[in-house]
């Protein structure tokens, strides 16, 4: 070590200490600097020696103009100069034009770090000599990565800039062609309607009716087939009235929490049978009741739905709605729709919503349908004030997303919180095994009102433990948790009570609302089971039955 460094040393053991030490500097994910009032670096840390490649025993005691050259005189070394002579601090960003300091990333180490520089102003103590010196702690942060990610956010702008100008430009040359169409289907849809009465009708009767198994399947055959020429037809006329102007919207009041259960619950079938995982996740904050034309909602969440079903063989849908804007009367909502399934080419995309179009023709004779369905659920959308966009990657999914203005149904709002004034409190310690900080608060907020003592689990191996521990009137349970699923914790729970002595209930709290979900719930030893969003007197309704 050198008389200088040696010297720097001891000048500032004090304020060393008054950090945790140099150690305490070293083991920080930033870099730090110290100089003295002669900007003399006193201290260098190792994140700065990694970057800089400028080790400690050769930085110590040399001053700013000796180690950076390039940069006395710019502002990095005037807000230095400033901080030591007057204490003002100040911030360097690297999205201004200033030479920052010469650190470097990467695995060859030839990549410029990025950085935002924040300088402050020390003071050692009256015992040191000389007292009252000032210092200045210079704290370099790597903004590389934000950098980039802006970079790229703003590549991906434009893209969709550019897509949506194609989209355009498509949607104008479609319209040259919708007038000719339009007699055509005016004329087939009314005329295939008359016979498709009479299948119909005559399979329900065949249906009713005591047969052989080998004839029931027949018949079951060309019942689901008939309504799938059914659904064919519907989507037919919906597409006519609204090319010709003659479809009308039907404002009502509707529950949005069980509309997008109950689409759900429709096509649990289909997800079943492909082994899909379908969820739902509603923003705590949207408002329940609301007026519109709740089954013109109902057809687009179901066309899009159905359609992320029919095009992903492995992985899950999401269904999400959350709240963009509210007043008293009014709100934003915005609904979107995630697989992950085969994806739409960028070549593909700008046509996807166009009439009577799929991805390619290979793709109709594998999937089926006749590509109305987007067409007329993006129309539909349009109809009700919206916009319905969509996003996809080859290979990882689509997301398909709409925003609607919908009105408040304020009446059913006032009714329904009427309701819950007058929900009796509860008594009890209920275990929430829940991993999401927002619906811990929720759920928490909900039992704390109903006067009930709550403990949070946020995994399932702090939700074993703790039911071990402690003794629990219920356990809420979530399904999708990180470390064990909420099946496998309910099983360990109920075989551990099974030897020990116990039997606590345990209640699914969960999104997943197929019907297998459910009866894997019970299975596993759960007793009930509530799906997400859960209001607070379902919540008591439940809850009372077990308590």
Not at 435 to 454: D, F, H, P, Y
Not at 484 to 510: C, S, Y
Request: charged letters at 20%; glycine letters at 6%; hydrophobic letters at 40%.
């Amino acid at each position: 070590m050198t008389e200088t460094r040696i010297t720097s040393k001891k000048k500032t053991d004090t304020l060393l200490d008054n950090i945790n030490s140099q150690f305490l500097l070293d083991s920080l994910n930033s870099g730090i600097i110290i100089f003295d009032q002669n900007q003399i670096v006193i201290s260098w840390n190792d994140w700065v020696e990694k970057h800089s490649g400028i080790t400690a025993d050769h930085a110590m005691g040399k001053r700013f103009a000796q180690l950076f050259p390039d940069l006395v005189g710019h502002r990095i070394h005037e807000a230095i100069e400033s901080n030591i002579r007057h204490g003002l601090p100040a911030i360097v960003s690297n999205t201004l034009n200033f030479a920052p300091f010469p650190f470097y990333v990467g695995p060859d180490f030839n990549q410029p770090l990025k950085q935002n520089i924040y300088i402050t102003n020390l003071k050692s103590s009256a015992s040191e000599s000389p007292p009252n010196s000032n210092y200045c702690l210079v704290n370099i942060v790597d903004v590389t990565a934000a950098c980039l990610r802006e970079e790229s956010l703003e590549k991906n702008v434009l893209e969709r800039k550019q897509a949506e100008s194609a989209l355009i430009e498509a949607r104008r040359l479609a319209e040259e062609a919708s007038n000719a169409k339009t007699q055509f289907l005016t004329n087939i849809s009314h005329e295939l309607r008359t016979p498709m009465n009479g299948i119909l009708g005559m399979t329900e009767l065949l249906r009713g009716m005591h047969l052989d198994k080998e004839s029931a399947d027949y018949v079951e055959t060309l019942y689901s087939s008939s309504h799938a020429l059914l659904t064919l037809l519907n989507d037919l006329l919906d597409f006519n009235k609204i090319e010709t102007g003659t479809f009308s919207l039907v404002e009502d009041s509707f529950n949005l929490y069980q509309l997008a259960s109950e689409c759900l619950r429709l096509l649990s079938f289909k997800s079943k049978q492909k082994g899909l995982k379908v969820e739902q996740n509603i923003a705590p904050e949207c408002p329940s009741y609301l007026l519109g034309d709740v089954g013109r909602l109902r057809q687009i969440l179901i066309n899009l739905l159905d359609n992320a079903i029919k095009f992903t063989e492995k992985g899950k849908i999401n269904l999400t709605i959350d709240l963009l804007d509210e007043n008293e009367t009014s709100c934003f909502l915005n609904f979107t729709i995630h697989d992950t399934g085969i994806g739409i080419t960028s070549d593909e995309l700008p046509h996807i919503f166009d009439s009577f179009r799929q991805i390619d023709g290979g793709t109709t004779r594998q999937y089926s349908g006749t590509g109305l369905g987007l067409a007329i659920s993006k129309q539909l959308t349009e109809m009700m004030h919206g916009e319905l966009i969509v996003d996809s990657c080859v290979g990882k999914g689509s997301t398909f997303s709409f925003m609607l203005p919908l009105q408040k149904d304020v009446k059913a709002t006032i009714e329904y919180n009427e309701i819950n004034q007058n929900i009796k409190p509860l008594s009890g310690h209920i275990l929430l095994v829940e991993n999401e900080i927002a619906n811990q608060k929720v759920a928490s907020a909900m039992l704390t009102r109903l006067g009930l003592t709550v403990d949070i689990a946020g995994t399932g191996e702090e939700a074993i433990i703790k039911s071990a521990m402690f003794s629990y009137d219920i356990i809420l349970m979530d399904l999708g948790l990180p470390d064990i699923d909420g099946i496998h914790v309910t099983w360990l729970i109920k075989a551990r009570q099974d030897i020990e002595g116990g039997d606590t209930p345990i209640i699914a709290l969960t999104a997943c609302v197929t019907e297998e979900d459910r009866n894997n719930c019970f299975d596993a030893g759960m007793c009930d089971f509530i799906s997400k969003p859960v209001s607070l007197h379902e919540l008591q309704k439940t809850l009372a039955m077990w308590l």
